[in-house]
């Protein structure tokens, strides 16, 4: 299957800052990405929907000023917590599509654990 | 409404044994497709198993099997001689509307079942 690449897969940061997690579709080109969050035990809730050069779409009750998401290439979607706090602290996951993909998977990267101290 | 329930919070199982995992869903889309994942505790989403609302057919990957029941709106996964390695988070997933559209791929997902396979 399509190989997505999200980096880092943990990041730890301090109480105040911004920190970038980046998701890579690296064989083929991601007309759409999502970015989704799960706290620990928890499901994963869809947080925005990302298409290739154009404004990105969130969910009922995401801050679309605090989540900030860029994709600007085909390959790349980058999502910036700003401003992190602690109960931002959570696990973030991207999935990836191309247009025209037989929709029977989406494609996953692999995560990345936030910790806000 | 919950869009996707998974009824079962832990499972448990013995190894080489089969294991259900229950999974119903609610939807009026005609056109829709149902998902199985695998998360084991480093966090990765393991695809398993697909099911698109006009299969005629279960379908089945190797040792996984979906049991689709169109009319109750349910879609229980079936893992036959379950292993050790089998022991993760286990959540079903459901994608309304057909192809087109820019949101065509977002998954809904379950509150998912911790299955446990002891030796």
């Known amino acids: 299957g399509a190989v997505v690449s999200q980096h880092p897969s943990r990041v730890i940061c301090k109480s105040g800052t911004s920190v970038k997690i980046e998701c890579r579709s690296l064989?083929?080109?991601?007309?759409?990405m999502f970015w989704y969050r799960q706290f620990p035990k928890q499901s994963l809730m869809l947080m925005a929907t990302?298409?290739?050069?154009?404004?990105?779409?969130?969910e009922q009750g995401v801050e679309k000023d605090k989540f900030l998401i860029n994709h600007a290439s085909l390959t790349l979607s980058t999502l910036t917590v700003t401003s992190a706090h602690p109960e931002d602290s959570s696990f973030y996951i991207c999935?990836?599509?191309?247009?025209?993909?037989?929709?029977?998977?989406?494609?996953f990267g692999q995560g990345t654990r936030l910790t806000v101290v | 409404a919950q869009k996707i329930t998974q009824t079962q919070p832990g499972m448990f199982v013995q190894e080489k044994e089969a294991v259900t995992l229950d999974c119903t869903y609610d939807?009026?889309?005609?056109?829709?497709?149902l998902f199985w994942y695998k998360q084991p505790s480093s966090g990765e989403m393991i695809f398993l198993i697909y099911?698109?609302?006009?299969?005629?057919q279960n379908a089945t990957e190797g040792r996984y099997s979906l049991n689709f029941q169109k009319a109750r709106k349910s879609a229980n996964l079936v893992i036959s001689a379950s292993q050790l390695g089998d022991s993760a988070m286990y959540f079903c997933?459901?994608?309304?509307?057909?192809?087109?559209?820019?949101?065509?791929?977002?998954?809904?997902f379950g509150q998912g079942t911790i299955l446990t396979v002891h030796p």
């Open positions: 064989d083929f080109q991601a007309t759409t």
């Open positions: 099911q698109g609302s006009y299969d005629q």
């Open positions: 997933a459901m994608r309304e509307g057909g192809a087109g559209g820019t949101s065509y791929g977002k998954l809904t």
């Open positions: 990302s298409n290739e050069g154009s404004k990105a779409t969130y």
């Open positions: 999935s990836a599509r191309t247009r025209g993909q037989k929709n029977t998977e989406a494609f």
């Open positions: 939807t009026s889309d005609p056109s829709y497709g």
